[in-house]
T-cell receptor, first 111, second 112 residues
Framework: QQQVKQSPQSLIVQKGGIPIINCAYE??????FPWYQQFPGKGPALLIA?????SEKKEGRFTISFNKSAKQFSLHIMDSQPGDSATYFC??????????FGTGTRLTIIP | SQTIHQWPATLVQPVGSPLSLECTVE??????LYWYRQAAGRGLQLLFY??????ISSEVPQNLSASRPQDRQFILSSKKLLLSDSGFYLC???????????FGPGTRLTVL
């Protein structure tokens, strides 16, 4: 079964800290790994995505680290702000379609 | 630019009643369309996937059905709702070789 395991389930970080959310996948055919940010009552919004030919990708304060041999990838948020408080989902797919999602991480940034 | 619309935004329905949720996409042609469901505090589960008009793939057995009567219209239906159908329903679109999958604003369905 195609699964993506995400941890932790929830995370509380002080403003300015670096929350790290981890995901692991099983299907080696996956070649696209996006992260989504979701605020309460809203649809998920694409945050950043990576393909397995690179080990790291940065966009602003958000960084994905990718370890192909371990089949793991993680999201780091630099200089976290209270406005980053949201639920974050990792996902994986072949191509950019039919995403398989992790179970989500509820992130709270405290001032 | 591309936009995706869903309606209604919220819906409260009694058990056994029918359901129709609609999704439309603007600004793109021949998109792949998806229906996902998000249960409270859980991840997103893919329900249906469509690559074109009249072409629907069901990912999980359930009480729901989907239809795609037009290129950019996707409808989620049920003849008789169950309590377990409650959740947050999200329509999404992508194009082959595109950047990603993009989600609509969602419909909150409560079955009482």
């Amino acid at each position: 079964q195609q699964q993506v395991k995400q941890s932790p389930q929830s995370l509380i970080v002080q403003k300015g800290g670096i929350p790290i959310i981890n995901c692991a996948y099983e299907n080696t055919a996956f070649d696209y790994f996006p992260w989504y940010q979701q605020f309460p009552g809203k649809g998920p919004a694409l945050l950043i995505a990576i393909r397995p030919d690179v080990s790291e990708k940065k966009e602003g304060r958000f960084t994905i680290s990718f370890n192909k041999s371990a089949k793991q990838f993680s999201l780091h948020i630099m200089d976290s702000q209270p406005g980053d408080s949201a639920t974050y989902f990792c996902a994986a797919s072949m191509g950019n379609e039919k995403l398989t999602f992790g179970t989500g991480t509820r992130l709270t940034i405290i001032p | 630019s591309q936009t995706i619309h869903q309606w209604p935004a919220t819906l409260v329905q009694p058990v056994g009643s029918p359901l129709s949720l609609e999704c439309t996409v603007e600004g793109t042609s021949n998109p792949n369309l998806y229906w996902y469901r998000q249960a409270a505090g859980r991840g997103l589960q893919l329900l249906f996937y469509s690559v074109g008009i009249g072409q629907i793939s069901s990912e999980v057995p359930q009480n729901l059905s989907a239809s795609r009567p037009q290129d950019r219209q996707f409808i989620l239906s049920s003849k008789k709702l169950l309590l377990s159908d409650s959740g947050f329903y999200l329509c999404a679109w992508s194009v082959l070789g595109g950047i990603s999958t993009f989600f609509g604003p969602g419909t909150r369905l409560t079955v009482l």
